[in-house]
Nanobody
Framework: QVQLVESGGGLVQAGGSLRLSCAGS????????MGWFRQVPGKEREFVAA????????DYIDSVKGRFTISRDNEKNMVYLQMNSLKPEDTAVYYC???????????????????WGQGTQVTVSS
């Protein structure tokens, strides 16, 4: 089991940038595919991005492609989400999550992830 703690959320104007960080501890972080999800009140949690254990493969939902970048540092047990050109519709609570399965190139379902952080709020004003 991996404990995850997100940070870096906040209030930003449309067009601005934020970098979310997720610190992992207590488990085999480098053996896990890592993902970022987001959720707004009254809606399902939505997949945003994922990165494989070896950092070679990444996956993004269409609405963030070209604006968001997921990365990880296995030596530091960290995963990041760089968010540029933010839009009001990016406003949500962002969660990082760990998926211990090997040999897959992406995982877009929240059911595939076993460990979750507590979330960090991102608010983009227009």
């Amino acid at each position: 089991q991996v404990q995850l703690v997100e940070s870096g959320g906040g209030l930003v104007q449309a067009g601005g940038s934020l970098r979310l960080s997720c610190a992992g501890s207590g488990g085999s972080f480098d053996y896990c595919m890592m993902g970022w999800f987001r959720q707004v009140p009254g809606k399902e949690r939505e997949f945003v991005a994922a990165i494989t254990q070896n950092r070679i493969n990444t996956d993004y939902i269409d609405s963030v492609k070209g604006r968001f970048t997921i990365s990880r540092d296995n030596e530091k047990n960290m995963v990041y989400l760089q968010m540029n050109s933010l839009k009001p519709e990016d406003t949500a609570v962002y969660y990082c999550a760990a998926n211990p399965k090997w040999g897959i190139l992406t995982a877009r379902s929240q059911d595939q992830y076993t460990d979750w952080g507590q979330g960090t709020q991102v608010t983009v004003s227009s």
